[in-house]
């Protein structure tokens, strides 16, 4: 009989339907039953592709005799936490500081006023390594809960206070200059992994954000060890099992030091990223492998996370199901044996190819399996031929079950996509990466976007979810509509994104300039959600700095240049502290420090001098420069749809180049050589 998450639109909680478990989606309704029956709440927070939910719900959640405790004693709340930000911020806040660490799944035991009072995160159906079982977990947390209510009460109203208390100050902290980047930049120097790429140690998560900060900072300040940081971790990511060296891609992290065994789970939002750093590695480097991570990384989020509805869903799974056993399991859709390499290719390929990808009899996961490598010290075979091997792996291993999909859209990942997207279908010449940009830019306008331009959080089948946009939602999708419209010459992406940022000013601001995750009307927690920094992906707040700083560059908004003058203070205050967690924030600070230019291009769109120059300031490497592309501006200083048209004309009735930054302008230009001079690297 299925419980009452039958009819949600979130495939995480849908897997969890037809538990034995009575849960309850997250509403005023569930807490208003554990106020009448007199129990606590279980809240139960994960997503889809995390493994350790899913071991967590085959285990406990699916075993009839813990759900009828659970049903008795308790009230159940699952939460997907790629739904609800906002909840799982708030929730994980309070573990961390409990526990010192986080994870999901996330267990948290609540009064019915939400106030949490015991944590963990996954609990085994048998003590083992020092942890509780899940039912002696449950059975301590109902005993004192009917023993102890006082204490029970009064230990949740201290976690809420302590949580209530911890305000961030950071806006009396500064603009960041040039001197807190090269903090920054020594900071990264000290945990950088110099053998292997990187910065510290197991498990090693991609450090994409933290890697555009290193480009932008070359780019800027000609930091040479800045450029070989980033080329050195792209060219060991690329190389190790983290990347899928037959169908692209980048799963979530990896277990160890050197990128050999990944945690198989691939979520949209790293690979946008991760795309987006390639194609700037190879726009500054013209590297090769670059070049092909980028496209690649490209094309699988096209192949395998495009909806039907021309958006992108938010992950694969980790586990998928083993032929020879029929039980899901962890990476064996992506892990090979030197046999199934000869089976495929032939002994002689076979033997040849599992050199080339590190394949061992041993294995470098488990059950003797091995996740491929692409070595560098390995045999060097030729790219034809090695392409050859990777065709045929690749159709080999389309034929195993296949991992779940996750098919909601997430408004703030499908942004991160658009961005990347646009980007790589202009620096390398498919404009049907600039299409599917386009169509998830449509989606998100037709489906997530209201009439008063405010973001809701997900969709899925084409429905719209319940939840509302938090600010990461506004300053991702912002910044994807900025970069399509630089890429496409479409102003109606400017005219977005100014809806967008305007709605960060009014609805998610704070007096001092510092920003908040959910907005002035969101849903009241025991606390208001705000984190500056950037972990997986961007943080909201850097996001929305971002996106401000770039749309007042486009327009000239004084008003919208300051809110990211003052958002940016928190970069002052943690970039020379804690480099690694704000490296989005540290690449807007790049921006704001050089800039940002202002780059308008004008001719006829016929004209292929107008789309050489185009495409040259494109492939600017200036830190945040903003593009904008057009007819030449009127004499009444409109310039159309975009502002940084007005007033700009032909030279001798060719196609023209204006590049201006600080209220200064260069030389207008019709010399696709000298424009790229005024966007290339600037020396101290």
């Known amino acids: 009989m299925p419980n009452r998450l039958a009819n949600e639109t979130s495939p995480y909680l849908l897997q969890h339907a037809d538990n034995p478990v009575d849960w309850w989606p997250w509403s005023p309704e569930a807490f208003a039953e554990a106020r009448e029956r007199g129990v606590p709440v279980m809240l139960s927070v994960g997503y889809s592709s995390c493994h350790w939910c899913h071991v967590m719900a085959n285990e406990s959640f699916e075993d009839e005799l813990t759900a009828v405790y659970l049903n008795e004693h308790f009230v159940n709340v699952k939460v997907d936490r790629e739904e609800r930000p906002d909840i799982d911020a708030v929730y994980m806040e309070a573990v961390q500081a409990a526990t010192g660490q986080g994870g999901w799944p996330m267990t948290v035991f609540l009064t019915p006023d939400a106030e949490p009072f015991y944590f963990g995160t996954y609990f085994p159906p048998e003590p083992r390594h020092g942890m509780p079982s899940f039912m002696q977990v449950l059975e301590g947390v109902r005993t004192a809960w009917v023993g102890r209510p006082e204490e029970v009460a009064e230990v949740a109203q201290r976690i809420v206070r302590d949580l209530s208390g911890r305000r961030l100050d950071y806006g009396k902290a500064g603009t960041p200059g040039p001197e807190e980047l090269a903090k920054a930049l020594l900071g990264l120097v000290r945990e950088y992994d110099s053998t292997r790429g990187g910065f510290g140690g197991a498990p090693k998560f991609p450090p994409s954000m933290v890697l555009e900060f290193l480009l932008r900072h070359h780019a800027r300040a000609g930091s040479e060890g800045a450029l070989e940081m980033a080329a050195d971790t792209c060219e060991a990511m690329a190389r190790g099992g983290i990347y899928d060296q037959l169908g692209g891609g980048f799963a979530r992290y990896s277990v160890d030091r050197d990128w050999v065994v990944p945690h198989f789970e691939k979520m949209l939002y790293d690979n946008a990223l991760l795309c987006r750093v390639y194609a700037h590695l190879w726009r500054t480097t013209g590297d090769d492998l670059a070049r092909r991570v980028a496209l690649e990384t490209a094309d699988f989020m096209v192949r395998e996370l495009r909806t039907q509805e021309g958006g992108f869903a938010s992950a694969l799974d980790a586990d998928s199901e083993d032929p020879e056993t029929g039980k899901h399991v962890e990476g064996v859709y992506y892990a090979w044996t030197p046999a199934q390499l000869r089976e495929v290719l032939g002994e002689e390929d076979g033997e040849l190819a599992a050199a080339c990808f590190g394949v061992t009899e041993e294995g470098t996961f488990e059950h003797g399996m091995s996740v491929l490598q692409l070595p560098a010290q390995g045999p060097d075979i030729g790219d034809e031929r090695l392409a050859g091997f990777k065709e045929r792996l690749l159709a080999a291993r389309q034929a195993r079950p296949a991992p779940g999909r996750d098919d909601k859209i997430v408004a703030a990942w499908n942004g991160l996509a658009i961005a990347a997207l646009a980007e790589c279908g202009a620096f390398f010449d498919r404009p049907d990466l600039v299409e599917r940009a386009t169509e998830a830019a449509d989606l998100l306008v037709r489906v997530h976007m209201d009439g008063m331009a405010r973001l809701a959080r997900t969709s899925k089948d084409g429905r719209v979810g319940v939840n509302a946009g938090v600010l990461e939602d506004y300053g991702d999708v912002a910044e994807g509509f900025l970069a399509l419209g630089a890429v496409t010459g479409e102003g109606v992406w400017l005219e977005f994104a100014g809806f967008l940022v305007d709605l960060v000013l009014d609805?998610?601001?704070?007096?001092?300039?510092?920003?908040?995750?959910?907005?002035?009307?969101?849903?009241?927690?025991?606390?208001?959600?705000?984190?500056?920094?950037?972990?997986?992906?961007?943080?909201?707040?850097?996001?929305?700095?971002?996106?401000?700083?770039?749309?007042?560059?486009?327009?000239?908004?004084?008003?919208?240049?300051?809110?990211?003058?003052?958002?940016?203070?928190?970069?002052?205050?943690?970039?020379?502290?804690?480099?690694?967690?704000?490296?989005?924030?540290?690449?807007?600070?790049?921006?704001?420090?050089?800039?940002?230019?202002?780059?308008?291009?004008?001719?006829?769109?016929?004209?292929?001098?107008?789309?050489?120059?185009?495409?040259?300031?494109?492939?600017?490497?200036?830190?945040?420069?903003?593009?904008?592309?057009?007819?030449?501006?009127?004499?009444?200083?409109?310039?159309?749809?975009?502002?940084?048209?007005?007033?700009?004309?032909?030279?001798?009735?060719?196609?023209?180049?204006?590049?201006?930054?600080?209220?200064?302008?260069?030389?207008?230009?019709?010399?696709?050589?000298?424009?790229?001079?005024?966007?290339?690297?600037?020396?101290?």
């Open 507 to 684: 609805r998610f601001t704070a007096e001092d300039g510092s920003l908040y995750d959910t907005a002035h009307d969101a849903e009241r927690l025991i606390r208001r959600p705000q984190d500056p920094t950037d972990t997986a992906a961007p943080s909201g707040w850097t996001a929305a700095a971002g996106a401000l700083l770039s749309y007042a560059a486009h327009t000239g908004s004084q008003a919208h240049r300051t809110a990211a003058e003052r958002a940016l203070a928190v970069v002052h205050a943690l970039g020379p502290r804690a480099p690694r967690f704000i490296g989005h924030g540290l690449a807007v600070a790049e921006a704001l420090v050089d800039g940002p230019r202002e780059v308008a291009v004008v001719g006829h769109p016929e004209d292929p001098a107008r789309a050489e120059l185009h495409r040259v300031a494109l492939l600017g490497t200036a830190p945040g420069a903003v593009v904008a592309t057009g007819m030449p501006g009127a004499a009444d200083g409109s310039g159309g749809e975009f502002p940084l048209l007005a007033e700009r004309t032909l030279m001798h009735d060719l196609p023209t180049a204006y590049v201006c930054r600080h209220f200064v302008c260069a030389r207008p230009t019709t010399d696709p050589v000298e424009l790229a001079e005024q966007l290339g690297t600037v020396r101290p």
